[in-house]
Nanobody
Framework: QVQLVESGGGLVQAGGSLRLSCAASGRISSINFMSWHRQAPGKQRELVAVISNGGSTNYADSVKGRFTISRDNAKNTVYLQMNSLKPEDTAVYYC?????????????WGQGTQVTVSS
């Protein structure tokens, strides 16, 4: 079984910080990319940040300068450090990985973790 398990969500006040983690487990040959996405009620799911196997990163304009994505290849884990949180950041955050599993590429999603920022 291959799965992504997220953790670290919760309730924080505006201006606070949270660190999300997503660990991939199973018969994984390699991970090409990992990313974080979020979806607020009534809105489309949007890409927040992405990191390649080599460490290259890209961010949505709305989170640049506040969020940082990182990756520990040895642990098959991706992190999202979220600082200076705003109420607009409230959403369910999902981890994604494009992975080779027994030689076949596939798209894998985590179950989502709720982040709520109060004003």
């Amino acid at each position: 079984q291959v799965q992504l398990v997220e953790s670290g969500g919760g309730l924080v006040q505006a201006g606070g910080s949270l660190r999300l983690s997503c660990a991939a487990s199973g018969r994984i040959s390699s991970i090409n990319f990992m990313s974080w996405h979020r979806q607020a009620p009534g809105k489309q799911r949007e890409l927040v940040a992405v990191i390649s196997n080599g460490g290259s990163t890209n961010y949505a304009d709305s989170v640049k300068g506040r969020f940082t994505i990182s990756r520990d290849n040895a642990k098959n884990t991706v992190y999202l450090q979220m600082n200076s949180l705003k109420p607009e950041d409230t959403a369910v955050y999902y981890c994604y990985a494009n992975m080779l599993v027994r030689g076949y590429p596939g798209d894998y999603w985590g179950q989502g973790t709720q982040v709520t920022v109060s004003s």
